[in-house]
């Protein structure tokens, strides 16, 4: 079992910047990929940007330029730095983690709004 654990979301005006943090525990090292999704009601839950614990990244068109993530394999982080943000990117963003053995994690979720 791995657990995660999120911080960093809150309220900031468009064109300010926010960083998530998520820490993983448990079982770990088991750990592939790890990211962070978002959600708006009434809508799917969308890929944000990823990292392979090789160091492979992902980004979705709209973030791309804009969101950098991070990952430190030793310490089981994932850093999302969010700049020029956009009444868009107002959802609530959940950290991910997929295990080798094929078993995917979520956090509990953390809200970001931007106000216009």
């Known amino acids: 079992q791995v657990q995660l654990a999120e911080s960093g979301g809150g309220l900031v005006q468009a064109g300010g910047s926010l960083t998530l943090t998520c820490t993983a525990s448990?079982?770990?090292?088991?750990?592939?990929?790890m990211g962070w999704y978002r959600q708006v009601p009434g809508q799917e839950r969308e890929l944000v940007a990823s990292?392979?614990?090789?160091?492979?990244?992902y980004y979705a068109d709209s973030v791309r330029d804009r969101f950098t993530i991070f990952r430190d394999n030793a310490k089981n982080i994932v850093i999302m730095q969010m700049n020029s943000l956009e009444f868009e990117d107002t959802a609530v963003y959940y950290c991910?983690?997929?295990?080798?053995?094929?078993?995917?994690?979520w956090g509990q979720g953390t809200q970001v709004t931007v106000s216009s």
């Open positions: 991910n983690a997929n295990s080798r053995g094929g078993w995917h994690y």
């Open positions: 448990g079982s770990a090292a088991d750990i592939d990929d």
């Open positions: 990292s392979s614990s090789g160091g492979v990244t």
